[in-house]
C-alpha cells in the first residue's frame, strides 16, 4: 500500500502500511517518518531499563509497559502516531481495561528516549515536547555517552541525574526509585 504525500496520511493509513523490512515509522502531523534501526548499545540500554521497569511495574500491578515498536496516536488532523523507545500507562488509563489492536489513542504516563549518535537536538527536544503536550506525565531522556539522564516533569520542568544520584519516576511511576548507574551495563 502507497500512502498519501504531503500532511495526508493518517493513523489508519500507517497501521495498515507495510514498509520495508527492518524500517520503523511514525507519523509526524501528518506525515510519514522513517526511523533507522537502533544501534547495539542503545538497545541494550533501552531492554535493560525496560526490565528494570517491567519488574518493578508487574511486581506492584501498576499497568503495562509497552516495547519501541508501540504507536500511540496522540493527536489528530493532521493525525501524530509516535513510537517511544519505552513506555508505561497505568491500568486505569487502559482503555476498557485491554490494549486495542490498533494503537492506543492516548499518550502514556511515562515515556523513554534512549538518544541515538544519530539523533539532532532538535529531533529529540521535539519527541520530548510531543510526549509532554500529549500528556505524559514524565518523560526520561537517556545520554549513553554521559551516562548521564533527564527527566522532564513538564514543558520547563527538567531535571539532570547521574552516577549514583537517584531516579524517581514520581508520578508516572508510583513509587519507583533507582540509582542512574543502574539503568546502564558496567
Not at 501524530?80 to 500507562?89: K, L, Q
Not at 529531533?123 to 515536547?129: G, H, L, P, S, T
Not at 547521574?162 to 542512574?180: H, K, T
Request: glycine share 10%; hydrophobic share 40%.
Amino acid at each position: 500500500m502507497a500512502l498519501p504525500k504531503s500532511h495526508d496520511t493518517t493513523a489508519e493509513d500507517l497501521l495498515a502500511f507495510r514498509g520495508e523490512p527492518g524500517k520503523r515509522y511514525e507519523l509526524i502531523d501528518g506525515e510519514l517518518t522513517e526511523m533507522a534501526p537502533a544501534g547495539a548499545e542503545h538497545g541494550s540500554i533501552a531492554h535493560r531499563i525496560s526490565r528494570i521497569l517491567g519488574n518493578y511495574v508487574d511486581g506492584h500491578g501498576l499497568g503495562e509497559m509497552y516495547a519501541a515498536e508501540t504507536g500511540f496516536l496522540i493527536l489528530h488532523s493532521p493525525d501524530t502516531v509516535r513510537a517511544p523507545d519505552i513506555s508505561f500507562v497505568s491500568s486505569e488509563r487502559i482503555p476498557g481495561g485491554h490494549n486495542p489492536k490498533g494503537y492506543l489513542e492516548l499518550a502514556p504516563d511515562f515515556v523513554a528516549e534512549v538518544v541515538s549518535p544519530n539523533d539532532t537536538a532538535r529531533e529529540v527536544q521535539q519527541r520530548i515536547d510531543d510526549w509532554l503536550r500529549a500528556g505524559t506525565s514524565v518523560v526520561m531522556v537517556v545520554y549513553p555517552e554521559s551516562k548521564t539522564v533527564f527527566l522532564w516533569r513538564g514543558l520547563n520542568v527538567v531535571e539532570r541525574r547521574s552516577g549514583d544520584e537517584e531516579v524517581s519516576l514520581e508520578p508516572a511511576i508510583p513509587g519507583f526509585r533507582c540509582r542512574v548507574a543502574e539503568l546502564f551495563p558496567n
